[in-house]
């Protein structure tokens, strides 16, 4: 990737938030060597969508899931990511994706604070697919 496109990708992520995130995923997936004809041409819709250069565009989430607490009732790590099981204090069970940068055990309260949402997002590493995936930033919540 040449620097000016490193720094388009940089100004799409840090100045329009996860729209601009969003851009600068589908621009890192994008193959310009492939001839739209091939997209056109795919053996299916799955994989015309996987040649999508907007297929890894994430949406923005809904306003009730970007800020809540709850209880994490499943955990499941997957390399430098983890995956968590959160049931928000209004009972609505949901799936974030964070950084596996800290332990956070089954039974923690956590607050989530999600930037972007996918649905039906398929992890290969794990085989599964996840009918609706906050991504976002889960911290403890110190409870007294």
Request: hydrophobic share 45%; proline share 8%; aromatic share 8%.
């Amino acid at each position: 990737m040449s620097l000016i496109t490193q720094k388009i990708v940089l100004a799409l992520a840090t100045f329009l938030g996860p729209a601009g995130l969003g851009i600068a995923v589908a621009h890192l997936a994008w193959e310009p060597d492939r001839e739209p004809s091939e997209t056109s041409k795919a053996a299916s819709p799955v994989e015309a969508q996987r040649l999508s250069p907007f297929a890894a565009l994430p949406e923005p989430p809904l306003a009730e899931e970007l800020a809540f607490s709850g209880v994490v009732r499943e955990v499941v790590p997957a390399g430098s990511y983890v995956y968590l099981a959160v049931t928000s204090e209004s009972g609505a069970p949901r799936w974030i994706a964070t950084h596996a940068k800290g332990s956070l055990p089954a039974g923690s309260t956590v607050e989530v604070r999600s930037f972007a949402a996918r649905n039906e997002f398929e992890s290969p590493r794990l085989g599964r697919t996840f009918d609706r995936l906050l991504f976002g930033i889960v911290t403890r919540r110190n409870v007294l």
